[in-house]
């Protein structure tokens, strides 16, 4: 289900990379976080329960208005930066683009940051260290059937040049091209082979 990882996505973007996070803020997002797990497994196994629908439906709303950045300041989006670039080049749906480009940008990303790496690992995953999270998500993708590969979407280095080359064009146009430049982005991608 790619809108699981677009929901995971929108949630985790100000979760990790915000220089100021509310505590509240930080259990509303790793809640919604748990009932989109939640409620895509129900989902997968029942697809007409309009319970687990409801709440899936209400997760992607909470990380979509604007709540999860309530109090929150100094955070970016590289995960949808990063992932734009890949559905401009290629016939990507974002969700599953998101689902290659997180798992990626957190092991980039997870050093500077690690008190919330680790956080996550043990409050969405019951796991200890930031490296054992990002694991669990990526398998957890894998399970739920969305790719966290650039192989499983068929993306060819010719085609990787060319999203690297307008994911480095929409740093500039997000003004995040100081820290996500052309050679940043390349490293990223290429940690999703």
């Known amino acids: 289900m790619y809108s699981a990882a677009d929901i995971i996505a929108h949630s985790i973007e100000g979760y990790f990379t915000a220089t100021e996070q509310p ?5 509303q ?4 976080i748990k009932t989109v797990i939640r409620t895509t497994e129900q989902l997968l196994q029942h ?11 209400w997760a992607a709303t909470l990380a979509l208005n604007g709540l999860t950045y309530l109090g929150t300041a100094g955070f970016s989006y590289p995960n949808h930066m990063i992932e734009h670039g890949m559905s401009a080049i290629c016939d990507v749906p974002h969700g599953a683009g998101l689902s290659v480009v997180m798992p990626a ?3 980039w990303y997870h050093k500077r940051n690690p008190k919330q790496f680790q956080r996550f ?3 969405i995953f019951g796991l200890s260290t930031a490296e054992q999270g990002i694991e669990a998500l990526k398998a957890w993708f894998n399970k739920i059937g ?4 650039l192989e499983q979407l068929n993306i060819n280095q010719h085609d990787l040049n060319l999203i690297i080359n307008n994911a480095a064009q929409n740093a500039i146009d997000w003004q995040m091209s ?5 050679q940043i982005i390349a490293t990223i991608l290429n940690l999703a082979k």
Request: charged share 25%; no cysteine.
């Open 146 to 149: 969305t790719p966290t590969t």
């Open 29 to 32: 997002i790793e809640a919604n």
């Open 47 to 57: 697809p007409t329960d309009l319970d687990a629908r409801g709440e899936f439906a």
């Open 23 to 27: 505590e509240l803020i930080n259990l």
């Open 178 to 182: 100081d820290v996500y430049n052309h």
């Open 121 to 123: 690992a043990k409050e």
């Open 105 to 107: 940008w957190m092991t």
